[in-house]
């Protein structure tokens, strides 16, 4: 017999069982039913869609905490995650072939006894039947699913007529050649839809009983897989319970029938209650635990840097779809004993109600990876009280910056950019300036502080005025000698060497000047351009990492759904200061903080207490804006640093006042200790004599 008479014939059988569907046929004989060489029928595997061979299903991604175990959130379209066979109970196994083809292990993926039953039953005029088998409900469940169908694509997968019928017959017996019963079964688990949002055994038997698969016991198992068949209405937690209770009878039933179960057993089963334990798979950011609104921030800003990552696709739509359908294990550097304290210490500074915020983060040096992202807010999208702007809930991202956050003036922490610059052009540390109470510059500036059309700044206090060099004039904040620096040194090198170390100019106006007037931007080295806690703490990190940058980084590993590794989550580092200038920024970087520089150079610091407080070998800065509308503290050793901005993110006129700084070196002290509490002391490298005492030409990386 013909391809083209098979096709023919089976056109003829089909119209009995496709509901909806009138075709002109004579009823046939059943020898001829069973006569048919049906294998005749079946495409070669090789020429199979490549989702048939390798079904590409959609699979939650989850994102954990860098202990590899504790759930930050997950993201998903469907709440899907593929288990094998051997996770799931054997009584799952067997209620799911007794409720949809209990002659699933005889036919070879189409059940001819089902087809000419379903053709009788139906040209009798009883209620439908059809004829699908598990084999060829899977190869319908691929076609339909796959993530990278359109709209379009997947209503024709889906159509009701004979040839997608003949179709899926033809792949469900290739299909039944290629694979062993078991592959089938394993495959048709992790595909099927069992209602209230969960796809697959696994999310199914969390989303009704809060447990594994493995662990389902008879009448659970039964309630599953009774749901199959119509799991919008059936669904006992958004639709029919009693209906659900119907079809776990039912499949009890089959079992019973099919010889996989004693009746009394069954009995029992039936009359257990709906005991249902539900709980539902968190999804996206918003669904961090509730216990830890703060971990929000975090995965905020991890779903921008995985939507920067060509790895996970050509477009951002292309990267979001990777994420909610890829099934990607992701073990994120976030710390949750870090989190905690640096959440702790952020709200002994301000409750989360204050309009007031202290955003921090802590960095790793050398990786690159971030460790904690701390704010006194719930990252939330609830409505706030009335007059709340932004607190105490917001999804604002005020930690990393972005969408409409722009970031802070972070104050002399930006001396940082001016030191480095002047270093690496050959000026040593010892560079030695007598800074006036107030110095003119050759910059054009309004406002405050202008002299006759050109900035003029004043130090903030004036027992600092006198002579200083890069250790004491770093270790005091004196404005005039670094007024003085950046003058000498040029201000675009200056800028150019705070973009080399990560700082972004998200603000228009900064990005402006950067671009086209940073040859006159001497203010730049006050830091009155606007950065955020992470690019600040990355920035100091590098100095401490003796001039190696990495980019921020929030994961440890990044595994897809085959548990291959993704490169990706590596550290993207490289080296941007010479070694020798890194170390010896920050040899004067310990002067603030209260440490001693290895030249003692040293004569006092504006945080001298971190030192004391810390007990092991510390760098940093602290840094106020004009009129103490924000107040910064950073802080850096050779494992750690962190970055702390106090600030009303919402209303910029409204100051943090000058006494906020000190208990900011105490919170900052406090979470260092902590997070340090396991690691070894290290100290850092000094520098060389050169680079301290001797006036050079310009250095090259080593």
């Not at 709906?274 to 669904?287: F, I």
């Not at 702007?389 to 104050?411: C, D, E, R």
């Not at 340090?676 to 301290?692: G, I, K």
């Amino acid at each position: 017999m013909t391809r083209a008479h098979l096709d023919k014939l089976l056109t003829v059988l089909l119209a009995g069982v496709l509901a909806g569907l009138v075709l002109a046929a004579a009823a046939l004989p059943a020898a001829l039913v069973f006569g048919v060489g049906f294998s005749a029928l079946a495409a070669p595997y090789s020429e199979l869609p490549n989702n048939l061979r390798t079904p590409p299903t959609a699979q939650r991604s989850n994102l954990y905490a860098s202990d590899g175990t504790t759930l930050i959130t997950s993201f998903y379209q469907e709440d899907r995650v593929d288990v094998p066979l051997a996770e799931v109970a054997p009584v799952m196994r067997q209620a799911i072939i007794a409720a949809e083809d209990v002659r699933f292990h005889e036919h070879s993926g189409v059940d001819l006894r089902g087809v000419a039953r379903a053709f009788t039953n139906n040209q009798s005029g009883g209620s439908r039947q059809g004829a699908s088998t598990l084999t060829m409900q899977y190869v319908r469940n691929v076609l339909s699913n796959d993530p990278r169908l359109t709209e379009r694509q997947r209503r024709a997968a889906t159509e009701v007529s004979t040839t997608r019928k003949v179709q899926e017959m033809r792949y469900a017996l290739a299909l039944e050649r290629e694979l062993s019963k078991d592959e089938i079964l394993a495959r048709y688990l992790n595909i099927a839809y069992f209602g209230a949002g969960a796809y697959g055994v696994a999310a199914a038997s969390k989303r009704y009983f809060s447990k594994s698969p493995a662990k389902l016991t008879l009448a659970e198992a039964a309630l599953l897989a009774g749901l199959v068949r119509s799991p919008h209405t059936d669904d006992p937690i958004n639709g029919d319970a009693d209906a659900a209770l119907q079809r776990r009878a039912y499949v009890l039933d089959q079992m019973v029938e099919s010889g996989q179960l004693p009746a009394a057993q069954a009995a029992g089963a039936k009359a257990q209650p709906l005991a249902l334990r539900t709980s539902e798979t968190p999804n996206d950011c918003t669904a961090v635990p509730e216990a830890h609104k703060d971990w929000g921030f975090f995965c905020d800003w991890f779903t921008r840097w995985w939507n920067s990552q060509e790895a996970f696709g050509s477009t951002v739509d292309e990267r979001q779809l990777a994420l909610r359908r890829g099934g990607y294990s992701i073990v994120a550097s976030l710390d949750p004993a870090v989190q905690r304290a640096a959440t702790e210490q952020v709200r002994r500074i301000y409750p989360a109600d204050d309009p007031h915020a202290m955003p921090t983060a802590v960095v790793q040096p050398g990786t690159g990876r971030v460790l904690a992202m701390a704010v006194n807010r719930n990252y939330s999208v609830e409505a706030n009280p009335r007059g709340s702007k932004n607190h105490p809930n917001t999804v604002n991202q005020l930690v990393a910056g972005g969408g409409s956050i722009q970031g802070y003036q972070a104050g002399s922490t930006f001396k940082l950019f001016t030191m480095l610059a002047a270093l690496e052009s050959g000026l040593p540390l010892d560079t030695a300036y007598d800074a006036p109470e107030r110095i003119l510059t050759g910059y054009p500036a309004s406002g405050p502080a202008s002299c006759d059309g050109y900035w003029c700044p004043r130090n903030a206090n004036s027992s600092v005025d006198g002579r200083h060099t890069m250790w004491s004039a770093f270790g005091l904040s004196v404005n005039t000698y670094f007024a003085w620096l950046i003058e000498r040194v040029g201000a675009d090198r200056v800028v150019e060497m705070a973009e080399r170390l990560g700082i972004v100019f998200r603000a228009e106006d900064d990005a402006r000047l950067a671009r086209h007037g940073a040859r006159e931007w001497g203010p730049f080295t006050l830091g009155v351009s606007a950065t955020t806690p992470l690019d600040l703490a990355n920035a100091y990190a590098t100095v401490a990492a003796e001039g190696t940058w990495c980019a921020p980084l929030p994961v440890v590993s990044v595994t897809d759904a085959a548990g291959r590794p993704v490169a990706a989550a590596q550290p993207d580092c490289r080296q941007v200061v010479d070694r020798d200038v890194a170390r010896a920024a920050v040899d004067a970087a310990r002067c603030p903080v209260g440490d001693r520089s290895m030249y003692r150079g040293c004569e006092g610091g504006t945080a001298e207490s971190l030192r004391a407080k810390l007990g092991r070998p510390l760098a940093g800065k602290t840094g106020s804006s004009e009129g103490y509308g924000t107040e910064t503290v950073v802080a850096v050793t050779p494992q750690l640093a962190v970055a702390a901005i106090a600030t009303n993110p919402d209303d910029p006129r409204d100051p943090v006042g000058r006494t906020v700084q000190a208990r900011m070196v105490g919170a900052v002290a406090e979470l260092m200790s902590f997070a340090l509490r396991d690691q070894p002391v290290r100290d850092f490298v000094p520098p060389s004599e050169m680079t301290a005492h001797e006036i050079t030409g310009g250095r090259t990386g080593e």
